[in-house]
């Protein structure tokens, strides 16, 4: 089979199968590996694909209400690190990579190396956060310092800087800020490190302190990202700024934040608050529904 058949077999993807769009791209790298890799042959990149479209998703966002609630049913490091991405927009990675020497106490600042896009950039350290951030340090010094004890005490780095710095692995501002709590073996070097928290532990730990919370919303930690650049712009916050916190690439990935600021759908008021308004007061007090049930039959009749 050449490029035509490839090119039906991914567009009967999209088309028969109703696959979603990274499915459909995810099945084309395959083939294409598969192709140039295994078989030895070149069949392009298939232009003639028929594309599964990929939809338009708008973020879930929080109240301050709803995230001071969901903070509230969650204690120790699970409270730590979402405050820090909901106070700073950390991406949940970015957040369990941190290490000690990321925290800038003197200039209250957080850098982030190597972010999305490959990209580092400066973030706010909260004021509020700095005793448990400290706190936080202390206990990955103590970590270190029982790791050293029983003959151990090297943390993940990058072979190339462990090859330039062969002592770096050993020393504290090297270590996450946030570690894991067992040692595990490194697959490619097959030495016992110390590696950063899983991010599935975070993961839980949200998901339960919603439920918790009684928030019937979606939320993930990605989504204290989507509130913490939400609530700067209903602050006032001027955009430009938001992005560059963000860390985005380009200012329209920001605006999809914009919907708080009364430029979008929430802009407008429905006809039936504005039907409800007049009738309300015009008519003696009696239960909402019994008056909108009336003013639906008579709008009815007319």
Not at 37 to 51: A, E, K, N, P, S
Not at 271 to 295: C, M, N
Request: aromatic share 6%; proline share 6%.
């Amino acid at each position: 089979m050449g490029p035509p058949e490839v090119e039906a077999f991914l567009s009967h993807l999209a088309t028969q199968r109703g696959v979603s769009a990274s499915t459909q791209n995810q099945a084309l790298c395959s083939l294409l590996f598969l192709y140039k890799q295994v078989l030895g042959v070149d069949i392009g990149w298939m232009d003639g694909v028929t594309r599964a479209k990929r939809p338009e998703r708008v973020p879930v966002v929080l109240t301050r209400q709803e995230v001071a609630l969901v903070l509230g049913q969650m204690q120790g490091r699970d409270w730590l690190m979402a405050s820090l991405m909901y106070g700073t927009g950390l991406r949940l990675m970015e957040c369990v990579q941190l290490r000690v020497q990321d925290i800038d106490f003197g200039y209250r600042q957080i850098t982030v190396h190597n972010g999305k896009g490959a990209k580092d950039r400066f973030l706010p350290l909260p004021e509020a956060l700095i005793p448990g951030v400290q706190e936080q340090v202390r206990a990955s010094e103590r970590l270190l310092a029982g790791d050293l004890s029983a003959g151990f005490g090297e943390v993940s780095m990058p072979e190339s800087l462990v090859r330039k710095y062969p002592r770096a692995p050993f020393e504290l501002k090297w270590w996450y800020l946030f570690p894991a709590s067992d040692r595990s073996v490194d697959p490619i070097t097959g030495r016992v490190k110390r590696h950063h928290i899983d991010p599935s532990v975070v993961q839980k730990a949200m998901r339960s302190a919603v439920r918790r919370a009684g928030i019937t919303k979606r939320a993930t930690p990605h989504t204290l990202r989507h509130c913490f650049a939400t609530h700067l712009l209903e602050a006032g916050y001027d955009i430009r700024t938001v992005q560059e916190l963000m860390g985005h690439r380009d200012v329209t990935a920001t605006q999809i934040y914009t919907h708080v600021l009364q430029r979008g759908g929430s802009a407008v008021r429905s006809p039936v608050d504005a039907l409800l308004g007049i009738a309300l007061a015009r008519a003696p007090p009696q239960p909402t529904s019994i008056q909108f049930a009336r003013l639906t039959a008579s709008c009815a009749g007319s």
